[in-house]
């Protein structure tokens, strides 16, 4: 086609930077549509971050590539998109899955780069056209080679991981979590665990920002160092997830009850967390504890600043208010009104009033608890009726439950300060 180059190169330089400047919306849109369209991406926070970072990372390399002429040959899959590729070859996300999201990324970038296209071409059919294809080209190429990175970094931790932990261990533990039938006998033969007996599921993670194959034996040294305090004296299962968290379960034999406040004193490193199921027995116990254990996990990074340990008796009930964030802030916000902000006063408010209605409304246990005059909680109670606009007994149970999702949720659920000033929150209606 009879097209000046230097013009083409022009017009998909400008495009691309026009794209740039709503990177973080094409990204968001990329992130939205892969999660929806392939739910074997799972919903594991830590590897979606790293998704999300991937996302970004190859938007804003395509588009520096289309900016600036970049040759293709010197190019590689960005930082984030390999360490993505790893933790989902560690948890068994199928390497289909994590494909067909680079192919259906890839169809909504265009889109964007596209319509913007057809924004500043003004009509000139055989630019258009040019600088269409020179785009899809150059995606096609960069999404080729990158997905070959992919591939293989995928393939080869997959292999070390499968050739450095007990496939057989992890297989029956997959099958348990499952719910289907299984041979008991032989289960436990090859955990070499009873599992006619009460369980405590756990979940171990470490919040440090380096990854490294040392963590798998932190994280085992802690659940064994807390099995030594809490459980029968057998040994629990462990089972790493990645090289930043695992599961286990602690064998309590005919004990159904479990010592939190042991568990909290346990000799844990720094940035290690714990989180706690119930203690339940049998089979169907072995799964139910460990869902209630990620539970309280979730409960602990949905926060944002998660606790050294949580138990699920701690947090049941936003736990499962969690399952429905987009419907959760907004009955926070109603609920709690001008006391749902977030700053230092409010929250010595709602802690008070929490206590107040823990200890059946009694200023005296109130104080105690918190360690202060009587009649400073009197004024802090007032206070928070103030702030919740009715007293304290309208709507009880609700104003509870609101408050131990601010206290665990933090400012994911509350109103910002200048929000409380005057503006409203987004999704909230005056």
Not at 20 to 47: C, K
Not at 74 to 89: C, D, F, I, S, Y
Not at 166 to 189: H, M, P
């Amino acid at each position: 086609m009879d097209t000046d180059r230097r013009a083409v190169a022009e017009l998909m330089a400008s495009v691309a930077a026009a794209v740039s400047r709503r990177a973080p919306t094409v990204s968001e849109n990329v992130y939205e549509v892969t999660r929806r369209e392939i739910p074997e991406l799972g919903d594991d926070q830590t590897v979606l971050t790293l998704f999300a970072s991937s996302i970004d990372s190859n938007i804003t390399t395509c588009l520096q590539i289309m900016r600036h002429q970049i040759d293709l040959a010197g190019v590689h899959a960005p930082t984030a998109a390999l360490e993505e590729a790893r933790r989902r070859a560690q948890r068994g996300t199928p390497l289909t899955a994590l494909l067909r999201a680079y192919r259906l990324g890839h169809t909504v970038f265009l889109d964007w780069v596209f319509r913007e296209l057809a924004r500043q071409s003004h009509d000139d059919a055989r630019m258009l056209t040019a600088v269409t294809m020179d785009v899809s080209t150059i995606v096609a190429g960069y999404v080729d080679l990158t997905s070959e990175e992919i591939v293989a970094t995928y393939a080869r931790e997959r292999e070390n991981w499968l050739r450095n932990r007990s496939a057989a261990q992890a297989a029956r533990i997959r099958d348990l979590l499952s719910g289907q039938l299984i041979n008991v006998s032989a289960t436990e033969a090859t955990l070499g665990y009873r599992l006619r007996q009460h369980h405590l599921g756990v979940v171990c993670w470490t919040g440090a920002e380096t990854v490294s194959a040392e963590n798998i034996d932190r994280l085992e040294r802690a659940i064994s160092h807390i099995a030594a305090q809490t459980a029968a004296g057998a040994d629990p299962v462990f089972l790493p997830r990645d090289e930043s968290s695992a599961w286990a379960w602690l064998p309590l034999g005919i004990r159904d009850r479990f010592d939190a406040a042991a568990a909290s004193t346990a000799d844990l490193d720094g940035d290690l967390h714990v989180a706690f199921g119930d203690v339940v027995k049998g089979v169907a116990g072995f799964r139910l504890t460990h869902q209630q254990a990620l539970a309280a996990q979730a409960v602990a990074l949905a926060g944002g600043s998660p606790p050294r340990v949580v138990t699920y008796a701690e947090v049941a009930p936003v736990a499962m208010m969690l399952g429905s964030g987009e419907l959760l802030r907004p009955w926070v916000l109603s609920t709690l009104g001008r006391l749902a902000t977030d700053d230092e006063q409010h929250a010595r408010l709602r802690e008070t009033l929490l206590a107040f209605l823990d200890t059946g409304g009694s200023y005296k246990a109130t104080a105690e608890r918190l360690t202060l005059h009587k009649n400073s909680v009197q004024y802090r109670i007032r206070r928070a009726e103030e702030s919740l606009g009715h007293p304290v007994g309208d709507s009880r149970h609700d104003v509870e439950l609101a408050l131990q999702a601010g206290r665990w949720l933090g400012s994911s659920v509350l109103r910002p300060p200048a929000a409380a000033n005057g503006a409203t929150p987004r999704g909230v209606s005056r």
